[in-house]
């Protein structure tokens, strides 16, 4: 199947996503949308951003207080984050271990096509700083 037609609002969103720093939910892309002066809905801020999350544009993040967040897809394949609850910097991880370990508890439990996601929430370096 091919994929949904680009259109001029879902290109908007792209690019406010891509040139962010960090995670930022549907209401902040849409706050900054908004105040650059587009004329879009929240609606369509949340359709776009599921759209090119499952595209595997837009990495998805579920932060420790259930907001789910949004940004550019810095690597192909699987990966994880690790999060700065403070100022939000995140790190993509790769690690074999975890991939290892949910297969066997999948394994364990009979169950099969398993899918998992792994958020790492701490404080970074910088803001751990006195």
Known sequence: MAPPRSTRQGLLVEEAVRGADGFRTA?????????????????TV????????D???LDVLTA??????????????????LVCRQC?????IHEPSVEQWADRTAELAGFTDVTHTVEIFGTCATCRQP
């Open 46 to 53: 949340y359709r776009h951003l599921q759209r090119l999350a």
């Open 64 to 81: 420790a207080d259930g907001q789910i967040a949004y940004r550019s897809c810095h690597s192909d394949g699987h990966h994880h984050h």
């Open 55 to 57: 595209q595997g544009v």
């Open 27 to 43: 209401q902040d892309v849409y706050a900054s949308l908004v105040a650059d002066g587009a004329r879009i809905g929240l609606t």
């Open 88 to 92: 939000g910097m995140t790190l993509e």
